[in-house]
């Protein structure tokens, strides 16, 4: 199983400039999350998705969207990239409780 | 609400010594507790859970977890570190199994030689 896959892996986006993350779980979780990680500041939840056509803000949702036409897939929207916006971005889905995470999108603003 | 705090953003310890990661959780209902690892440049990997039956949870890789209600606290302890165990540990607590989790801001470990 490929688990939960994000795309890309690294991205260098100009101040101003939009882009869409790409996450999608093989494992028919209905619960699934975009996390950031900044150095020394833990997880942060911007939005989160407890199904198809379903989401919600988390903590830090200001300069993002998603959406969820389907189980799989819970692609993460900036419009406007700001270099506040330079971190990890991690998608997740989880059942009974326990997070799989993917390999996390590196994106530097500049 | 449900909070995590995690004391100590890092520790290190020698190899073969006593590993003891803190975790103190805030909830106001019974909570659910968890312990990831995440390894240099990787996502974060389920270590052990805590979902209200034994009060010790033992995890993968010799890592062990105990649930004490009158302090609040989720402590992780492994007997012997190895040079392997370097990496970052979180821990999270939620309100539900199929609630969002709350994370900590993490605790560096670092095993020296």
């Known amino acids: 199983n490929a688990g939960v896959t994000q795309t890309p892996k690294f991205r260098i986006l100009k101040i101003g400039q939009s882009m869409t993350l790409q996450c999608t779980q093989d494992?028919?979780?209905?619960?699934m999350y975009w996390y950031r990680q900044d150095p020394g500041m833990g997880l942060k939840l911007i939005y989160y998705?407890?199904?198809?056509?379903?989401?919600d803000k988390g903590e830090v949702p200001n300069g993002y969207n998603v959406s969820r036409s389907t189980t799989e897939d819970f692609p993460l929207r900036l419009e406007l990239a700001a270099p506040s916006q330079t971190s990890v971005y991690f998608c997740a889905s989880s059942y009974s409780g326990v997070a799989f995470f993917g390999q996390g999108t590196r994106l530097t603003v500049v | 609400a449900q909070s995590v705090t995690q004391l100590g953003s890092h520790v290190s310890v020698s190899e073969g010594a006593l590993v003891l990661l803190r975790c103190n959780y805030s909830s106001s209902v019974p909570p659910y507790l968890f312990w990831y690892v995440q390894y240099p440049n990787q996502g974060l990997q389920l270590l052990l859970k805590y979902t209200s039956a034994a009060t010790l949870v033992k995890g993968i890789n010799g890592f062990e977890a105990e649930f004490k209600k009158s302090e609040t606290s989720f402590h992780l302890t492994k007997p012997s570190a190895h040079m392997s165990d370097a990496a970052e540990y979180f821990c999270a607590v939620s309100a539900a199994l199929g609630g969002k989790s709350t994370f900590g801001d993490g605790t560096t470990l670092t095993v020296k030689p």
């Open positions: 998705s407890v199904g198809a056509g379903i989401t």
């Open positions: 494992m028919n979780h209905n619960y």
